[in-house]
């Protein structure tokens, strides 16, 4: 403690001030040292990390002097110098050169039996593993997905997601790892689940109507989830137009008006206040939870319900009327954007007894 | 009317940042490259956003045409992005897990001190809560637990009787199991 007080005294008692990016990675050559000084190896990595946070610039050859260096952290057994150099890994991913390098230290990582090493070096793994190198960890991934460890599953998951963007064609054939895991007791793995099938199917009209009836009838049990199957259910109602009148995707978005969540019931009206074919009889339950939390003790879901409340004032101006005493009681609201998506709502309306008032 | 309807996609956080009482950058991530793509941009927008909300507590604020939800704490500010079409209350939830698990980290004393004195656990938190845009984990109690620095962390001086004997035995047990 002594000592640290002392150094903290030379740096003007904050060791991340004035760094100078030549000298920390100088530093960085004690990654070279055997055995590893996990004490002495962590500062130093977050002292690197810290600058390229701060927008610091590394060249090619400093990036990749640097990422070869950190390599050899990995003979360290110290967990937290462990996950440092998985962060590591992703920020040089892109600047440095034979990332590659990594890839099998990465992948006896990613089958360890440590969970708290399994889940972080799947990400890291997969942000230097291009389309080409996938095939040779696809037998992995594919187990990951379906992982009863929810932060395993979930980082393969959102992995996949992040490579279909390079390896399209690869990932879809994870489709029914996908599915599967959709079925999961972790609220955050149903999610990334959803999201990632969803991406595989969205250009297949058919398979996303299966999804989405299916799905509608399951009752998920994440929040987040519900909210990505309402965006989904509406993608569908526009792509099929028509009227909503006897539409079992429009009855499901509404039931979720009647959600535990906040966030679903929020989302749910926001969605039918976007639907393009809306009568005003079908957006006045919508309005009817919108004035509801225009007098939330919540500044987000007040501004949440004003600043949609603002749009249904353009399309259905009648139905907002209702809400006007509501509105003006916001136009006071110590939230100056919320008081002036409150102002201009109740323009809208036509109310202007009230923006006399 | 067109476009107005959410895109069904897990990338819903544009950026998170934490800046102390200064507006300075203590740590910050953006996740979309087509917003803000250099250094200096961030910058002037973290500027922008501190100037407009380190007086104002007011949790929510629109600028730049995005959403950013907020909430300071002595000498910190925690701040999320997301896009001005993005459910509020997700963004929300992700400062909520933002806070709470830095909070849980730093054993309630979440101030810039402490914040610099733990930064290597707080960039792992950061890096548990979001990953390139996609809210990974909304449980502070989950991400700390994955952040966690165990017994063997401990330098051994500080560690207690029963934490030593219990990692004797873990590492006894592994052996076994070799």
């Known amino acids: 403690a002594i000592k640290r007080d002392k150094k903290e005294e030379e740096d003007g008692g904050n060791p991340f001030q004035n760094l100078d990016k030549t000298s920390v990675l100088q530093d960085a050559r004690t990654f070279n040292d055997t055995p590893v000084n996990p004490r002495k190896c962590t500062p130093i990595l977050t002292k690197i990390l810290f600058l390229l946070n701060q927008g610091e610039q590394l060249g090619t050859t400093e990036a990749t002097e640097t990422f070869f260096a950190m390599t050899k952290l990995f003979q360290s057994k110290n967990a937290v110098l462990r996950r440092m150099v998985y962060l590591g890994i992703k920020e040089l991913s892109t600047l440095a050169e034979d990332v590659i390098i990594v890839t099998s230290s990465l992948t006896k990582d990613m089958t360890g039996r440590e969970d708290l090493y399994r889940a972080a070096a799947i990400r890291a793994l997969c942000s230097i593993t291009d389309a080409s190198m996938l095939h040779t960890i696809e037998r992995y991934m594919k187990q990951a997905i379906v992982d009863k460890n929810a932060s395993v599953a979930s980082a393969a998951l959102v992995s996949s997601l992040h490579m279909s963007k390079t390896a399209g064609d690869v990932v879809k054939r994870w489709v029914n790892e996908a599915q599967e895991a959709i079925n999961s007791d972790s609220i955050m793995v149903q999610y990334h689940a959803l999201g990632l099938l969803y991406h595989i199917r969205k250009t297949d009209r058919l398979a996303v109507t299966k999804l989405v009836a299916k799905l509608t009838r399951m009752s998920l049990k994440s929040p987040f989830a519900v909210c990505m199957l309402i965006r989904i259910a509406c993608k569908q109602l526009e792509r099929e137009g028509g009227d909503y009148a006897d539409s079992a995707l429009f009855d499901f978005v509404e039931s979720c008006l009647r959600h535990k969540s906040e966030t679903v019931i929020y989302e749910a009206a926001a969605a039918m206040v976007n639907l393009r074919n809306t009568t005003a009889r079908q957006v006045s339950p919508a309005v009817s939870v919108l004035q509801l939390f225009c007098s939330s003790s919540k500044p987000a879901l007040r501004f949440a319900a004003v600043r949609t409340l603002n749009k249904v004032a353009m399309t259905h101006p009648p139905v907002v009327t209702s809400c006007n005493l509501d509105l003006e009681n916001l136009i006071t609201d110590s939230n100056r954007s919320i008081a002036t998506l409150a102002i201009t709502t109740l323009l809208k309306t036509g109310a202007e007894s009230a923006v006399d008032r | ?178």
Request: proline share 3%; glycine share 4%; net charge negative.
């Open chain 2, 1 to 178: 009317m067109e476009g107005l309807l959410l895109e069904p996609t897990l990338y819903t956080v544009k950026g998170m940042a934490i800046l102390d009482n200064d507006g300075h950058r203590i740590l910050a991530k953006y996740y979309d490259p087509t917003i803000f793509p250099t250094s200096k941009e961030q910058r002037a927008f973290e500027k922008n956003l501190f100037n407009k909300t380190h007086r104002a507590n007011a949790e929510i604020i629109m600028l730049d045409g995005l959403t950013c939800v907020y909430k300071s704490n002595v000498d910190l500010f925690f701040y999320v992005m997301g896009s001005s079409h993005e459910n509020e209350l997700i963004l929300v939830s992700v400062l909520q897990c933002l806070y709470d698990s830095i909070s849980l980290i730093l054993r309630k004393n979440v101030e810039k001190r402490t914040v610099f004195e733990n930064l290597e656990i707080v960039m792992l938190a950061m890096d548990e809560i979001c990953d390139g845009g996609i809210l990974l984990e909304a449980d502070p109690a989950s991400v700390v637990q994955r952040v966690a620095l165990r017994t063997d962390d401990i330098p051994l001086g500080e560690q207690t009787v029963a934490q030593v004997l219990q990692s004797a035995k873990e590492q006894i047990k592994w052996t076994l199991l070799k």
